[in-house]
């Protein structure tokens, strides 16, 4: 039963990664002018983070579906969702009127309070596999000793 | 009751060092992936982002001074004065409503019978966007919709020729 809320989880939060960097893999530039819009990141880091990112969201949902790193992929994601949270809340504390940039560069969702509690869900769904012993279904089985 | 065990029990289990050691492998594929493609991609960024070619995401569309001096002569468009209250005398667009970040909500009451949603509106400040921008997305959220921005702020308008008015900072 534990293993099937794992699997579960590993899987909605491994794909929604997966969904969510797909666009910003595709259109680095415009990903780029998103974070820009937050007014956090400094210059000299913008271009490595739009390049990092959606490639750090690719690989961690990628861990998470095939169930390779479990634990690590589940932190750094609950790590991201809580920086991601952290960007919402200081973009709504300076009313700031920006797309959020979470799915696809091209406008999208602007930021509001209801994109705190959709991250929250997501990080709630993080704690399973990163607390639970069993994996579920998963490559975990062939990197064990 | 069963909830609260099975959390006590998966936090005992839990082993830092196996997620952190874990956590660290899939940070250090997903840099080696960066680097790779961003050496193979055709549309790569540089790595050094060029702060010139960055506009920002504003709360309401700019307007050239050209524009806004047309504008201003068919008396369509009232102007918004967003600086911060100055002492003594300072120049600003005639006829201008001052409606401050500091004093948002007050001022809007002041002009409560003077400005309706329907009204057409150029904020402007002096040069930079991001404070201009703030107090649009305020105005918007109030149902202001037509709003422009000022581009280059009131220092433009003079440059460009635009009549304006002296006013103190003592007067309401």
Redesign the interface.
């Known amino acids: 039963m534990r293993g099937l809320l794992v699997l579960g989880c590993r899987l909605a939060v491994g794909g929604i990664f997966i969904y969510a960097s797909l666009d910003k893999l595709a259109h680095?530039?415009a990903f780029?002018?998103v974070i820009?819009?937050y007014?956090l990141t400094p210059?000299?880091l913008?271009?490595?983070s739009?390049?990092?990112l959606p490639?750090?969201e690719?690989?961690?949902g990628s861990?998470l579906v095939l169930g390779i790193?479990?634990?690590?992929?589940?932190?750094?994601a609950g790590?991201l969702t809580v920086f991601f949270m952290v960007a919402i809340t200081s973009a709504l504390i300076?009313?700031?009127?920006?797309?959020c940039g979470c799915f696809n560069t091209d406008g999208g969702h602007a930021v509001g309070l209801d994109l705190l509690f959709r991250d929250g869900i997501l990080l709630l769904l993080c704690l399973p596999p990163?607390?639970?012993?069993e994996s579920g279904i998963g490559l975990d089985r062939f990197f064990r000793k | 009751m069963r909830l609260e065990s099975t959390v006590r029990s998966a936090l005992a289990e839990f082993k830092w060092s196996v997620s952190l050691r874990e956590a660290g492998l899939v940070l250090l594929v997903a840099v080696a992936v960066t680097t790779v493609s961003w050496f193979l991609r055709d549309d790569g960024l540089p790595l050094a982002a060029d702060p010139m070619g960055y506009e920002l995401e504003l709360a309401a569309p700019l307007t050239s001074t050209e524009k806004a001096l047309a504008l201003y002569d068919e008396g369509e468009y009232h102007f918004v004065d967003t600086r911060p209250v100055t002492n003594g005398d300072f120049q600003t667009i005639p006829g201008a409503f001052f409606i401050r970040e500091a004093s948002f909500d007050d001022d809007l009451l002041e002009y409560f019978d003077f400005m309706t949603t329907e009204d057409h509106f150029i904020l402007f400040g002096d040069g930079e966007l991001f404070p201009v921008s703030n107090i649009a997305a305020r105005m918007k959220d109030r149902d202001y919709r037509n709003l422009l921005i000022l581009k280059g702020g009131l220092d433009a308008w003079l440059m460009a020729g635009g009549e304006i008015s002296r006013r103190n900072g003592g007067e309401s």
Request: hydrophobic share 50%.
């Open positions: 680095p530039q780029a002018e820009h819009h007014r210059y000299p913008l271009h490595p739009a390049h990092l490639v750090l690719f690989v961690i861990a790193w479990r634990r690590g992929a589940a932190l750094l790590v300076r009313n700031l009127d920006i797309s990163l607390l639970a012993r």
